[in-house]
């Protein structure tokens, strides 16, 4: 079946350490977002890529960084500049006009 | 700047009793409003996607309406498995496969 693997599902993060963040899909998608998911917060933009090789800065970019050598796959790396990463990380993709499907997330805690 | 509202923040009903939710949006043009299902600890699933001003889509118990300023998720005889979270997500004309921007969801829970 297709779809959009996250992983891992639960990751731990120590101060001053960068932690990478997988996302997978096979759906053939040239789209691919990452969003982060905070309690009461609606879902809020880190990076988008609309092409290999290429993506874009969303509304809170500051901390993160993004790869896009694959067309299936987008890693999120969230840095140690990030001063409040616990959150819910979700990756979505999407084909042309086609809505956004999502994966199953990945919860980031701060030991 | 592009917004969502949606109210109310949580909803109880009982098994059985209809309801409405509400998503207010401010966009310079509307390319499209989303509705997604999401579940704890899972990643929003797809529910239907409105472009114009007078659409309505139905799958199951659900049916949503636009307006101008406006979408309605209508919810009908509902069971308990239709507890979830409904997120609504609007996406700006001309805006390209830049993103969605999000409201804050609608936490519903149905008591059998």
């Known amino acids: 079946d297709g779809g959009i693997t996250q992983s891992p599902k639960y990751l731990f993060r120590k101060e001053g350490q960068n932690v990478t963040l997988s996302c997978e899909q096979n759906l053939n998608h040239d789209a691919m977002y990452w969003y982060r998911q905070d309690p009461g917060q609606g879902l809020r933009l880190i990076y988008y890529s609309q092409i290999v090789n290429d993506f874009q800065k969303g509304d809170i970019a500051e901390g993160y960084s993004v790869s896009r050598e694959k067309k299936e796959s987008f890693p999120l790396t969230v840095t140690s500049a990030q001063k409040n990463p616990t959150a819910f990380y979700l990756c979505a993709s999407s084909k042309g006009a086609q809505p956004q499907h999502f994966g199953d997330g990945t919860r980031l805690s701060i030991l | 700047e592009d917004q969502v509202t949606q109210s109310p923040e949580a909803l109880r009903l009982q098994e059985g009793e209809s309801s409405s939710l509400n998503c207010s949006y401010t966009v310079s043009g509307l390319r499209g409003l989303f509705w997604y299902r999401q579940d704890p600890g899972k990643g929003p699933e797809f529910l239907f996607t409105?472009?114009?001003a007078g659409e309505e889509k139905e799958k199951e118990r659900l049916k949503a309406t636009l307006t101008k300023k406006e979408s309605f998720l209508h919810i009908t005889a509902p069971k308990p498995e239709d507890s979830a979270t409904y997120l609504c997500?609007?996406?700006?004309?001309?805006?390209?496969?830049?993103?969605?921007?999000f409201g804050k969801g609608t936490h519903l829970i149905i008591q059998p």
């Open positions: 997500a609007v996406e700006r004309e001309g805006g390209g496969a830049d993103g969605l921007t």
């Open positions: 409105l472009y114009s």
